[in-house]
C-alpha cells in the first residue's frame, strides 16, 4: 500500500503509513524528502509521485492518495500514472464536490469544506477507521 499527498496531508500519509505497519500491513508513504527533493530537481514537482509509483507500484498494490483541494498536480499524476489499476486507488479529497481527485478512485472520501485543517482532520480520522477496523 502507498500513500502520498502534500504538506498537511503528506503528514497524513506519514502517520497513517505508521499505523497500517503496526497493523500488519505492507505500507509506505512515498514522502522521503531525499527522494521528493531528487525528483522535484530532476523532473519537476508535478511528477514526485508519478515517477516513483512508476519505479515501485505493481499490480497487486493499492494507492491512497489525499489531497484537500483534489486538484493539487503531483497527486494528480500520481494517480494517472496507475489509472489503468483504478480498482486499486482510494482518494480523500475536500473542498469542491467536483474536484478532479474525487473522480478517480475506486472508493472516494470527500468532506465538504474548504478549511484544510478540517479537512486534513476528516482525513485522518477516515483513515484510522481504515487502518484500525476495531
Given at each position: 500500500m502507498f500513500l502520498i499527498g502534500n504538506g498537511g496531508s503528506a503528514a497524513v500519509a506519514a502517520h497513517i503509513a505508521n499505523d497500517?505497519?503496526?497493523a500488519g500491513w505492507s505500507a509506505?508513504?512515498?514522502t522521503e524528502p531525499a527522494v521528493l527533493t531528487c525528483l522535484s530537481n530532476d523532473y519537476s514537482y508535478g511528477e514526485v509521485y508519478?515517477?516513483?509509483l512508476k519505479a515501485h507500484f505493481r499490480v497487486d498494490d493499492c494507492l491512497i492518495a489525499i489531497s484537500s483541494s483534489g486538484r493539487s498536480p503531483s497527486i494528480l499524476?500520481?494517480?494517472e500514472e496507475i489509472g489503468g489499476f483504478t480498482s486499486r486507488i482510494v482518494t480523500l479529497s475536500g473542498f469542491s464536490h467536483d474536484n478532479p481527485l474525487r473522480q478517480?478512485?475506486?472508493f472516494n472520501y470527500y468532506?465538504?469544506?474548504s478549511n484544510y485543517g478540517l479537512?486534513?482532520?476528516a482525513h485522518l480520522a477516515i483513515l484510522h477507521a481504515?487502518?484500525?477496523p476495531e
Open positions: 497500517l505497519v503496526k509506505f508513504s512515498l508519478a515517477q516513483q499524476n500520481a494517480v478517480l478512485g475506486c468532506v465538504p469544506s479537512v486534513e482532520i481504515i487502518a484500525k
